[in-house]
């Protein structure tokens, strides 16, 4: 059988390649992505990749450099409904960093914010929304703000806002580091 008989679905896909940072010689995280129409739906919300990877017609690989953040969405169903939803904002980090083990994330990340059901992520991106609505980048807010947030949702506490003053603080630090 020749090679150009064999189903497309057999044949042998190639990982992207070990990606390291323009500059730097630390490695890349490298981010999957999958859609099934109607099954399920795994995608960036927010975040700036490098670079993204058309692996098959429903694979891709986001590559995201050091400390970047980002946030992936997961949506899975059967055919009696939603099974499940899932939201992380996640910061990419350094081999030499301790970094959490996420499903599909390589080689880890910082995770800053993970909600599941519905009504949590509708929470959480409603508050994107906002976040957007003031022209400010979700992935240029402050990690804390996350972790923050993260942490009211598990207490069911008021969820804050982030508004200009807190962002313009937030760049003020960072530039002071």
Request: hydrophobic share 40%; glycine share 4%.
């Amino acid at each position: 059988m020749m090679l150009d008989e064999l189903p497309t679905n057999s044949l042998p896909l190639m990982p992207p390649p070990a990606f390291t940072a323009p500059n730097d010689d630390a490695p890349m995280t490298r981010v999957s992505l999958l859609y099934i129409e109607q099954r399920i739906n795994l995608y960036l919300r927010f975040g700036c990749p490098l670079r993204v990877y058309q692996i098959d017609r429903w694979r891709r690989c986001a590559v995201f450099p050091p400390a970047q953040l980002f946030c992936r969405i997961r949506w899975e169903s059967n055919d009696y409904g939603t099974t499940r939803w899932q939201l992380m904002v996640l910061q990419s980090g350094r081999p030499e960093e301790g970094m959490q083990r996420v499903r599909g994330v390589r080689p880890g990340a910082h995770i800053l914010l993970n909600v599941e059901g519905e009504r949590n992520v509708r929470v959480v991106l409603s508050q994107i929304d906002a976040i957007e609505a003031q022209s400010i980048e979700p992935a240029d807010v402050s990690p804390t703000y996350w972790r923050l947030l993260s942490n009211r949702l598990a207490a069911r506490e008021p969820l804050p806002d982030y508004d200009a003053d807190r962002h313009a603080a937030w760049l003020a630090g960072r530039v002071l580091q």
